[in-house]
């Protein structure tokens, strides 16, 4: 059983400012509640349906919520709830240096669509990216459609909110190459790429700000071939990460 007000408790993590002064999060459908009960990931409660209780054996310590389908439409952030809903702890992550001298990194200058930054996320995932950094201006981690779109693998990989610009000038130090996404530059389908690399991709309507642009090594480029304007940023993701794993794979 759920009670009202565990109902109104969950259904406010749909709104940013609850999921902060709360410390949660909502995690939806049982493809993600499988990659996040094999994950470290602290979960507090688990509302689901009878028929997925019965399928599924879960650790003590979590409160769990057995729900009707109509209870769970209520406190859903889906358009189409699925069978079980989890209320799940947040987790803060410090930049990693040594993750970063061993391989690439991503950066994210002020991307705000959840979908971009949760297919970012699955995009590194696949590609073996073990980090990513966004600036304080891009999107919440832990919108639900950010967390939905990475189909899990946001427990994954470590997401770091941190000002790019003093960041950069770090890493620059440290002799890792900052390479940017940018319109007009070096030709992707034949680029160098050194193995400690951090690539920097801009927001989806103004590209990379000005401050940081000036401090790339190097700017990239993926060539066009047809009449489109442009590239989603979550797709030149991962043509760069592709070639990027071309290189040394």
Known sequence: MITTAEIKSVK??????????????????????????????EIERICATSSWLDKNKINQGIIINEVKSSELERISALTQPNEVLAVVRQ?????????????????????????????????????GVR?????????????????QSTMGSAFRIPVVYTDLLPLVHDLKKEGIAICGAVMEGKNV??????????????????????????????????????EAESLNVSVATGIFCAMFNRQFS
């Not at 980090?131 to 967390?147: A, D, H, R, W, Y």
């Open 12 to 41: 406010s993590l749909h709104q940013k400012k609850f999921r902060e002064e709360s410390g949660l999060f909502l995690v939806e459908g049982e493809k993600l509640l499988h990659e996040l009960l094999h994950s470290e990931w």
């Open 131 to 147: 980090q990513i950094v966004c600036s304080p201006q891009s999107v919440e981690l832990f919108n639900p459609k950010t967390i």
């Open 189 to 226: 389908l034949s680029f160098e790429w050194k193995k400690s690399t951090a690539l920097v991709m801009g927001s989806e309507s103004h590209g990379i700000n000005a401050r940081l642009s000036a401090l790339l090594d190097e700017h990239v480029t993926i060539p066009r071939f047809g």
């Open 91 to 127: 987790r803060k992550f410090d930049f990693n240096l040594k993750t970063a001298q061993n391989g690439l990194t991503i950066l994210l200058d002020d991307v705000r669509d959840p979908g971009n930054l949760g297919t970012i996320i699955r995009i590194a995932d696949w590609f």
